[in-house]
């Protein structure tokens, strides 16, 4: 295989140690979980690598992801909530709160209050700055109101160091929290950090490789054996298709680095530099690493999550992973990896109904609040935008400028027009959700209410919350832009896989659907932090017994 987009990007980016030639994991063990804590947590978040995709592929893995899977392996965790998007979901795993709490409702929200023009805001960005909009913001960590494990651990011991590096920025701002030490994400064209951030050597090194790789062409990557029977075109329309991509990239292009394997390996690059130059784990306490390598999920968005292309990207993973973790071998610090995912993802329907799912279909253009709204509109005389949203799927926001009589009939006319479109599965107002309990229990079973409500918070979410049919894909035209993607209430957008390793460590296979916060206290347990404050929604899993919860 071409290992020219993981193997060699980090080789550029750490300059300051060699990689081992060898990635195959250790040899298997038997012995007991060790009982001192780790010096150094790595949480490793695959940007959409869904429960379906690990199963599909686990057994081809021999890099990083095989070692893995010599640990606790938890094959169907679950980001248990319906807002199935990167940021909420992010939120979730090192937090121990769903989004409900962690008021992460969304990549994007609509705020009627804000006094710019643009009403939308987005996540991980501080609205109030002046002349800004939810496209050209200033990163920030205030939508996210509760704490980080890293967060805790810093206040418990000052000296811990916590660090957060991503593709995206608010898959690192939500993993990483309020306070860090360091924390980069990828703007586009390079690497950067909040605003009088000074720059470590090792970003800038990291900066000039990935800089070098882009500027450079991309050859095809070769095609696995185990990739050769999805490499094969499917048509999406307007002359467009997906399925046979090697991710050749021209000279310069910015934008297909991202949705290719080459970008994972220089994320990963940089948090393998940073673990060297800050000496993360050789300190007093327990450090605290947070990565998020975002290549799988643009190459979903772009490429569909069962063709050639995402074949490969995994492949390619598997190998930058291993290269990564015999980097952390070198430094003989002991640590400890736990592996998840910010959501799952569905594939593109043109593709799903040739392999038998007749129902799978992309979302007509009149369930869009705008198109909606203006239905309404006319329908009772008002002459100013009465709905607002997103996408076609998800919150719905009434109008704050109408009389309290035009708002009833408005949010009325809404609930009907979307429920008896053939499309939509479930309809709820906001204060349905507000009066649904939290649901408990195996999320496997949870209604979609019960989802709904699990990233519901007032004041943020929609005034209706709309769910669209499973494999109804809210994109209408592909031809555009992206062809498929997640945010669904149902189990290819909810399921993800939870594997937790340490050298040492026994392995052992548990079917549970434990959950993405049950990360968090778990982690906590294992270093000895106690858990302060409001009850978080997630338990402690004891790796010792198979997936027990810790007395």
């Given at each position: 295989?071409?290992?020219y987009a993981?193997v060699t990007?980090?080789a550029?980016?750490?300059?300051?140690?060699?990689?081992?030639?060898d990635t195959?994991?250790?040899?298997?063990?038997?012995?007991?979980?060790?009982?001192?804590?780790?010096?150094?947590?790595?949480?490793?978040s695959?940007?959409?690598?869904?429960?379906d995709?690990?199963g599909e592929?686990?057994?081809s893995?021999?890099?990083g992801?095989a070692r893995?899977q010599?640990?606790?392996?938890?094959?169907?965790g679950?980001?248990?909530h319906?807002?199935t998007?990167?940021?909420?979901?992010?939120?979730t795993?090192?937090?121990?709160f769903?989004p409900?709490?962690?008021?992460i409702i969304?990549?994007n929200?609509?705020?009627?209050?804000?006094?710019?023009?643009?009403?939308?805001?987005?996540c991980?960005?501080?609205?109030?700055v002046?002349?800004?909009?939810s496209?050209?913001?200033?990163?920030?960590d205030?939508?996210?109101?509760v704490?980080?494990?890293?967060?805790?651990?810093?206040?418990?011991?000052?000296?811990?160091?916590v660090v957060?590096v991503a593709?995206k920025?608010?898959a690192a701002?939500?993993?990483g929290g309020?306070t860090?030490?360091?924390?980069?994400?990828w703007?586009?064209?390079?690497?950067?950090s909040?605003?009088?951030?000074?720059?470590?050597a090792?970003?800038?090194?990291?900066?000039a490789?990935t800089?070098?790789?882009?500027?450079?062409?991309?050859?095809?990557?070769?095609?696995p054996?185990?990739?050769?029977?999805?490499?094969?075109?499917?048509?999406?329309?307007?002359g467009k298709?997906?399925?046979?991509?090697?991710?050749e990239?021209?000279?310069?292009?910015?934008?297909?680095?991202?949705?290719?394997?080459?970008?994972?390996?220089?994320?990963?690059?940089?948090?393998?530099g940073?673990?060297?130059?800050?000496?993360l784990?050789?300190?007093?306490t327990?450090?605290i690493?947070?990565?998020?390598?975002?290549?799988?999920?643009?190459?979903?968005?772009?490429y569909?999550t069962?063709?050639?292309?995402?074949?490969?990207q995994?492949?390619q993973?598997?190998?930058?992973?291993g290269?990564f973790?015999?980097v952390?071998?070198?430094?003989g610090?002991?640590?400890e990896?736990?592996l998840t995912?910010?959501h799952?993802g569905?594939?593109i329907p043109?593709?799903e109904?040739?392999a038998?799912l007749?129902?799978?279909?992309?979302a007509?253009?009149?369930l869009?609040?705008?198109v909606?709204?203006k239905?309404?509109?006319?329908?009772?005389?008002i002459?100013?935008?009465?709905?607002?949203?997103d996408?076609p799927?998800?919150?719905?926001?009434?109008?704050r400028d109408?009389?309290?009589?035009?708002?009833k009939?408005?949010?009325a006319d809404?609930?009907?027009?979307?429920?008896?479109?053939?499309?939509?599965?479930?309809v709820?107002t906001?204060?349905?959700?507000?009066?649904?309990p939290?649901?408990t229990?195996?999320?496997l079973?949870?209604t979609?209410?019960q989802r709904?409500?699990?990233?519901?918070?007032a004041?943020?979410?929609?005034?209706?919350l709309?769910y669209?049919?499973?494999?109804?894909?809210?994109?209408?035209?592909?031809?555009?832009?992206?062809?498929?993607t997640?945010?669904s209430?149902?189990?290819y957008d909810?399921?993800v896989?939870?594997?937790?390793w340490r050298?040492?460590?026994?392995?052992?296979e548990?079917?549970?659907?434990?959950?993405?916060?049950d990360?968090?206290?778990?982690?906590?347990?294992?270093?000895?932090?106690?858990?302060?404050?409001?009850?978080i929604?997630?338990?402690?899993l004891?790796?010792?017994?198979?997936?027990a919860v810790?007395r």
């Open positions: 295989m071409n290992r993981s990007a980090l550029l980016a750490l300059l300051s140690a060699p990689i081992r030639a195959a994991p250790p040899a298997p063990t038997t012995s007991s979980a060790p009982v001192t804590p780790p010096k150094l947590i790595v949480v490793i695959v940007d959409q690598f869904s429960a995709l690990f592929y686990r057994t893995f021999t890099g992801l893995l010599q640990g606790g392996v938890f094959p169907s679950y980001q248990s319906a807002a998007e990167t940021c909420p979901g992010h939120s795993i090192l937090t121990g769903r409900e709490h962690t008021g969304a990549n929200w609509t705020d009627l209050s804000v006094a710019r023009a643009d009403k939308q805001v987005y991980a960005e501080d609205e109030t002046p002349g800004s909009t496209g050209n913001y200033t990163v920030s205030k939508h996210l109101l704490s980080t494990l890293g967060e805790r651990m810093k206040a418990a011991i000052p000296a811990t160091r957060s593709g920025d608010r701002v939500m993993m309020h860090v030490d360091e924390l980069w994400w703007n586009g064209k390079t690497f950067v909040y605003a009088g951030r000074a720059t470590p090792v970003v800038a090194r990291a900066n490789a800089a070098a790789n882009i500027a450079a062409p991309q050859a095809a990557l070769a095609v054996d185990i990739c050769k029977p999805r490499d094969r075109a499917t048509s999406v329309g307007g298709s997906v399925g046979d991509g090697h991710f990239r021209a000279a310069g292009n910015a934008s297909a680095f991202r949705a290719s394997p080459a970008f994972d390996g220089a994320i990963v690059a940089l948090a393998a940073l673990v060297q130059d800050m000496k784990g050789t300190g007093p327990t450090d690493i947070a990565i998020g390598a975002s290549a799988t999920d643009y190459i979903g968005h772009t569909g069962e063709g050639a292309e995402m074949c490969i995994l492949q993973l598997d190998a930058t992973l290269s973790f015999s952390l071998d070198t430094t610090v002991d640590y990896v736990v995912a910010d799952g569905n594939d043109e593709r109904v040739s038998g007749p129902d799978a279909q992309r007509k253009v009149d869009a609040p705008s909606v709204g239905q309404i509109m006319a329908k009772r005389g002459t100013t935008p009465v709905l607002f949203g996408i799927n998800g919150d719905v926001y009434v109008a109408l009389t309290p009589a035009q708002r009939l408005v949010t809404a609930l009907a027009y979307y429920k008896a479109n053939p499309q939509v599965a479930a709820f906001g204060a349905q959700l507000a009066a649904t939290t649901p229990g195996d999320p079973t949870w979609i209410a709904a409500r699990a990233s519901y918070y004041g943020r979410s929609g005034d209706l709309v669209l049919k499973p494999r109804v894909t809210p994109i209408p035209d592909p031809t555009r832009g992206y062809v498929a997640h945010g209430p149902y189990d909810r399921r896989p939870i594997l937790f050298k040492g460590m026994a392995g052992f548990h079917a549970a659907g434990i959950e993405t916060v990360i968090m206290p778990t982690l906590a347990r294992q270093i000895g932090l106690r858990i302060t404050g409001p009850k929604d997630g338990k402690c004891d790796l010792t017994k198979a997936g810790c």
